[in-house]
């Protein structure tokens, strides 16, 4: 029983360049969510999948896309990174009204 | 949309008491705090749902008062381990869950 994996675990990207950040989760949770936080903001919401086949926006959508690919992964694309988006990510998943589980972190930085 | 929380930082010698505020503009659904280590990904502490319950984890425990939308955490005996930061994270409808602006508690011997 893995938890929730992300990965890559750290990324260094060149402004304009695109990646995604994969999430997966073992626990059959049907919420799952994507954060980042930088220093000293805490943790910001960006998407959210409440269940398989949906997802929402957060408080700081722009910039990023999501994909529920299925009940176990949502994954974080990110088109053009800005140095702006340097930051560390957090996928979390959970039951619908329940502890969030966290994954250990995706540490991105672009320059 | 953030949960707003107090104080910011607090330093404590072991064995003091600590409490830890977290208010909302927003109704609340549930409550939950976390606890996360300099590095480490949030851990889960407790869930506070509607009732005004108050809920306690070995020295640790909170309350949730939801006709004021806030919540606090009290920390007794402080301990070396409780060092880390606090986060607050509020429940509203449509499965949104936000986190609130963290305070940083350090625990001296």
């Known amino acids: 029983n893995a938890g929730v994996t992300q990965t890559p675990k750290f990324q260094v990207l060149k402004t304009g360049q695109s990646m995604t950040l994969q999430c997966a989760q073992d626990?059959?949770?049907?919420?799952m969510y994507w954060y980042r936080q930088d220093p000293g903001m805490g943790l910001r919401l960006i998407y959210y999948?409440?269940?398989?086949?949906?997802?929402d926006k957060g408080e700081v959508p722009n910039g990023y896309n999501v994909s529920r690919l299925n009940k176990r992964e949502f994954s974080l694309r990110l088109e053009s990174a800005a140095p702006s988006q340097t930051s560390v990510y957090f996928c979390?998943?959970?039951?619908?009204?329940?502890?969030?589980?966290f994954g250990p972190g995706t540490r991105l930085t672009v320059t | 949309q953030q949960p707003v929380q107090s104080p910011q930082a607090v330093i404590l010698r072991e064995g003091e008491d600590a409490v830890i505020n977290c208010s909302s503009s927003?109704?609340?659904?549930?409550v939950h705090w976390y606890r996360q280590k300099h590095g480490e990904a949030p851990v889960f502490l407790m869930i506070?749902?509607?009732?005004?319950e108050q809920k306690g984890h070995d020295k640790i425990s909170a309350s949730f008062n939801e006709k004021k939308q806030q919540s606090s955490l009290y920390l007794t005996a402080s301990q070396l381990s409780y060092s880390g930061t606090y986060f607050c994270?509020?429940?509203?409808?449509?499965?949104?869950?936000?986190f609130g602006t963290g305070t940083s508690l350090t625990v001296i011997p």
């Open positions: 979390a998943s959970s039951e619908r009204v329940g502890s969030k589980y």
């Open positions: 999948s409440a269940s398989e086949g949906t997802t």
């Open positions: 626990m059959n949770h049907n919420s």
């Open positions: 506070l749902l509607k009732g005004g």
């Open positions: 927003k109704a609340l659904y549930s």
């Open positions: 994270g509020t429940e509203r409808t449509g499965n949104q869950f936000y």
